[in-house]
């Protein structure tokens, strides 16, 4: 007697943790800079440069880079100095089997802050919260049939699956020039810069992954026009590529999480000589799984008629796809300004959303989360012509998952699709923002699964004392199949004894039960 096993590639998760490090440190401002008057702007990025798995902790070794714009003397109102403070971080976790390779972190920065100790140097302070997950890829494996020489009756069942199709890392290269229009000044030197994602979207074809979107491109700097001047220019590079990945299709479902990796800008002269041009590069890069839905039947129980097999049982894991979407959270809300610099323009708003608590109901998880805003407007203060104001929006919003339970895997990514700022009045400005939810649910569940058969031969001798005819009474929730199976006959061969028209059973319903000794010997 054989099985006929199946293989489903998936992924389960060990283990997920959140950690949160605070970094405190100084900088000194370099020789070269001038005095520092008051801080305007500032801005964090964490680098994650390498991770270790040791007797089960995490060790995480990376380096919080920095930008600072500052007021400097009166002759250079606007300065700007960069840094990096590297931090060591271990994170204790159930990582039993899995490699290292298996481990992702998203690293990010609740909150950044830039404060002026003295005129050479500034306190840099930033909490940073490591998300980390252990994902072991295995092949579940399930029976679906047995085959033998002598008459075997199976039971099965239909199980919905979700089978994982691909895990892997890429990056994708995207290059043009942001050219500065007429009414802006020629660039001198740039002061600050911010790159960001906007409305990344991918889809799967045959055996790739299709990406469009936007990289937004931000730059402040020193015009050429005026000593001293400031300018500002925002642009946005188009993203269209492909990503390799070889067994996806139309009806795959991704889930992709997606940031800059890094990136290059040259100031570039136009065809009149003047420095108008950006020749921009970022790499954009992607951590992607893709899922396969299919339908798997799988054996549940089975009996021979002439010799004795019992099935051997293992626990198995598997997960089910509840939902893919994209939801989106409209968030508006005001601002306060410092009322000691009176605002004349908003040049940037910056957004990022972070997640505070999800709760699951009825069919639906409930998001609560925070949207933290930073604002870079034009101030009426010449000494401090540039300000900066920070405040939090908080949002809420019930995704609809039929099927959803406090058991259920949910994978969340929160997004800014579109952000503004307008000013209203002297000290205040209005913030209307759009984030996007990307939601991916699963249903966890564990299957005693058939993986072996013991075989023994019938005790022939035995059968024989049994009594070749008796009335059995059906108990709640017995099926033909397993009475056959106790009494080594065939559902036939009942259903045609008792004149049986359907298989359906009910309780009390007296059978009678015909020994067949030519089918066990």
Avoid at 206 to 229: C, H, Q, R, S, W
Avoid at 254 to 272: A, C, G, N, R, T
Avoid at 290 to 300: F, K, P
Wanted: aromatic fraction near 6%.
């Amino acid at each position: 007697m054989e099985l006929i096993k199946q293989k489903v590639h998936m992924n389960h998760c060990n283990s997920r943790k959140e950690v949160t490090t605070t970094i405190d440190t100084d900088y000194n401002v370099p020789d070269i800079k001038p005095d520092a008057r008051s801080i305007m702007q500032e801005k964090g990025n964490v680098v994650i440069e390498e991770m270790h798995l040791r007797d089960g902790e995490l060790e995480i070794r990376g380096a919080l880079h920095f930008t600072v714009l500052y007021a400097g003397e009166e002759d250079v109102p606007v300065c700007d100095l960069a840094g990096n403070t590297p931090f060591y971080e271990t994170v204790k976790m159930d990582c039993e089997g899995v490699r290292e390779e298996e481990i992702s972190i998203q690293a990010s920065i609740e909150d950044f802050r830039a404060d002026l100790i003295n005129s050479r140097k500034l306190g840099i302070r930033a909490v940073i919260v490591f998300s980390v997950a252990a994902e072991t890829i295995y092949d579940g494996e399930g029976a679906v049939d047995v085959v033998a020489e002598d008459d075997v009756y199976t039971k099965k069942k239909t199980m919905d699956i979700t089978k994982l199709l691909l895990t892997k890392k890429d990056t994708l290269r995207v290059r043009d020039e942001c050219r500065l229009p007429g009414t802006k000044d020629t660039i001198e030197r740039i002061l600050y810069e911010d790159v960001s994602l906007n409305e990344i979207e991918t889809r799967c074809e045959e055996d790739k992954m299709i990406v469009t979107g936007e990289v937004d491109i931000f730059v402040l700097y020193l015009n050429a026009e005026e000593p001293a001047g400031l300018g500002y220019h925002e642009c946005q590079v188009p993203v269209q590529g492909e990503i390799p990945c070889g067994g996806c299709d139309e009806t795959s479902v991704l889930q992709v999480k997606s940031h800059i990796h890094s990136y290059e800008m040259e100031v570039k002269p136009d065809e009149d000589g003047e420095d108008r041009i950006l020749d921009v590069e970022v790499v954009i890069a992607f951590a992607i799984s893709a899922y396969g839905q299919e339908q798997m039947e799988v054996l549940t129980d089975f009996y021979s008629t002439s010799k004795r097999c019992t099935p051997v049982y293992e626990m198995s894991y598997f997960e089910n796809l509840l939902l893919k979407n994209k939801n989106k959270s409209r968030v508006d809300g005001k601002i306060l300004l410092d009322e000691s610099r009176q605002p004349l323009q908003i040049w940037k708003v910056n957004g990022e959303a972070r997640v505070d608590e999800k709760r699951v109901g009825k069919d639906s998880v409930v998001v609560e989360g925070i949207l933290d805003i930073n604002i870079l407007y034009q101030s009426s203060d010449a000494q401090a012509p540039l300000a900066a104001a920070k405040g939090m929006l908080p949002f809420e919003q019930e995704v609809q998952i039929p099927g959803v339970s406090k058991d259920s895997d949910i994978r969340l990514d929160v997004s800014v699709e579109q952000i503004s700022g307008t000013l209203l009045g002297e000290n205040e400005a209005d913030i209307k923002a759009v984030l996007v939810l990307d939601v991916l649910a699963f249903e966890n569940h564990e299957e005693p699964i058939i993986s072996g058969v013991e075989e023994q031969e019938m005790d022939m001798a035995a059968r024989a004392k049994e009594p070749g005819m008796v009335g059995y009474v059906v108990k709640p929730g017995e099926q033909l199949w397993d009475i056959a199976k106790q009494f080594y006959t065939t559902s036939d061969a009942i259903a045609e004894t008792n004149q049986l028209e359907e298989e359906t059973l009910t309780p009390g319903q007296i059978l009678l039960i015909v020994k067949e000794m030519e089918q066990a010997g």
